[in-house]
């Protein structure tokens, strides 16, 4: 296969300049911006400082449901729903599994976002610039590329969409501790996570906790859910939190809400975590932690205070309904604007928005965004469908639409890449709640 990454450093050459669009970021929410700056016959170019493509194909979505898929076939061979089917232990090989997840995002990667990047062979194509970039004055970013050399880029006008990364909790221990992230999904990174552990304690009680620790429990590991509050998923109904509590203790994982972490200590070989669990401190053994306690937008070391970008106090950029910046001609979408003007922090808001600042920047379309909008929308409001579609779960295949959804590849199953295309469908995370 085509090593696009590799190619990219040496091809970016042709990306300095001026652009009509200058976008920080080159995920799901950049790439609908670019396509959209494309459409419009203006030049545009991103700017990537880790694996093109961002979050949702590298290490989020795209890698988690193809995981979770793979555990829910161990799940469900041992535990058929038809009287008659004797329940099998499937042997699960960690490394096989991680490695067929690493060769399905190169494919993607290469088939959903390399091949639109650079290609000579169109007018206009869309470009990236490698590295981390920043920006020194309203319209300039600089870009130091990873061999030190730095790149000005110009851009008329800006779209900033650099997402967002994994919280990382101030916690006594914590800096002497090793720990995983939901960056453990990523590929030829360091913090990949290439040996299932027999142990996991999971801090954390969003969607990508859960998920997480379910597909851990499924494939086989011991795993401790510790919640801080007092119910998991809180910013849904309570009745879901209950539901989704009961299903995940009946599948064995061991679930705690009102728990305060206090401290953490240990090794390679194992970690200990103290917990204020109400009244009474406990502690929790495993080989291995994973912070799941939420993102952060990606906004430090940006230069945006510089050219007076204006950020709210959990440091996401602050939109209009137009998605623009309290800089005129900057502008900003996807994880970056956090969850308080109701990005939801998911692919295909990202996505969606990307076009929409592209299209008001580039040719003043005056399209806005509903800050108000929320997941529920998605679903019909009667039914199992739309408790599903409130809970970002994806919904469902009816038996009779089976037939044509066993045909699709199912090793994209649940993501957005479900159906073969970028990402503009479904809503985040994936727990099955059967
Ligand atoms: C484990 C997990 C599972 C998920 N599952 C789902 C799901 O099922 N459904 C769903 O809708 N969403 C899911 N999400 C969320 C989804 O991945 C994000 O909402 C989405 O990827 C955000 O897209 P974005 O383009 O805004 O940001 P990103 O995709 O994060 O792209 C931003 C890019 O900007 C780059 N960048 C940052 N700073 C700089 C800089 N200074 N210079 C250059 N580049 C920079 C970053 O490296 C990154 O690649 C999941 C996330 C995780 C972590």
């Known amino acids: 296969m085509r090593d696009v990454a590799a190619e990219w450093t040496h091809t970016d050459g042709r990306s300095e300049g001026s652009y009509d669009l200058l976008i920080l970021g080159s995920g799901a929410t950049a790439f609908a911006a670019a396509t959209r700056a494309k459409e419009l016959d203006k030049t545009a170019v991103m700017t ?177 859910i510790l919640e801080r509050s007092g119910r998991i998923l809180k910013g849904e ?13 009946a599948e064995g994982i061991r679930l705690l809400t009102h728990a305060e972490v206090r401290q953490v200590a240990g090794n390679a070989s194992g970690v200990r975590v103290t917990a204020q669990v109400r009244d009474q401190e406990q502690q ?26 204006q950020l709210d106090a959990q440091g996401a950029v602050i939109v209009d309904g137009h998605l623009r910046t309290s800089v005129p001609h900057i502008w900003a979408a996807g994880d970056v604007i956090g969850r308080e003007t109701a990005s939801q922090m998911a692919t295909p808001v990202g996505a969606h928005d990307g076009g929409i600042a592209a299209s008001n920047a580039l040719a003043g379309a005056d399209r806005q965004v509903d800050l108000h909008r929320s997941a529920g929308g998605c679903g019909r409001a009667d039914g199992p469908r739309s408790q599903r579609a409130r809970l970002h779960l994806p919904v469902q295949h009816d ?9 699709r590849d ?25």
């Open 237 to 249: 109904e309570p009745e879901i939190s209950k539901a989704l509590a009961d299903i995940l203790r």
């Open 284 to 309: 929790f053994q495993a080989v291995r932690l994973l912070l799941a306690t939420g993102r952060r937008p990606n906004t430090t070391d940006l230069g945006l205070e510089r050219v007076d970008v």
């Open 48 to 224: 990537e400082v880790r694996t093109l493509g961002g979050t949702c194909v590298n290490r989020g979505c795209l890698p988690s449901k193809n995981l979770i898929e793979a555990a829910r076939l161990v799940y469900d061979a041992a535990h058929p729903r038809y009287p008659g089917l004797i329940p099998a232990r499937l042997p699960v090989d960690f490394a096989v599994l991680i490695a067929q997840k690493d060769e399905l995002i190169r494919e993607y990667r290469d088939q959903h976002y390399a091949s639109l990047v650079d290609d000579s062979t169109y007018p206009n194509p869309l470009q990236v610039v490698t590295g981390r970039a920043r920006l020194v004055d309203a319209h300039i970013a600089e870009v130091t590329t990873p061999e030190g050399d730095v790149r000005r880029l110009t851009g008329e006008q800006i779209l900033i969409a650099t997402g967002s990364s994994p919280v990382i909790p101030d916690i006594p221990g914590l800096a002497e501790t090793p720990y995983l992230t939901s960056d453990l999904l990523t590929s030829e990174e360091s913090q990949e996570l290439t040996e299932l552990p027999p142990s996991l304690v999971i801090l954390g009680g969003g969607y990508i906790a859960l998920e997480l620790g379910q597909m851990f429990a499924r494939l086989g590991t011991e795993v401790t």
């Open 410 to 434: 199912t090793r994209y199953a649940g993501s957005h890449q479900d159906g073969a295309r970028a990402p503009h469908a479904a809503p985040p995370g994936r727990l099955d709640a059967r």
């Open 399 to 407: 038996s009779d639409e089976r037939g044509a959804a066993g045909r």
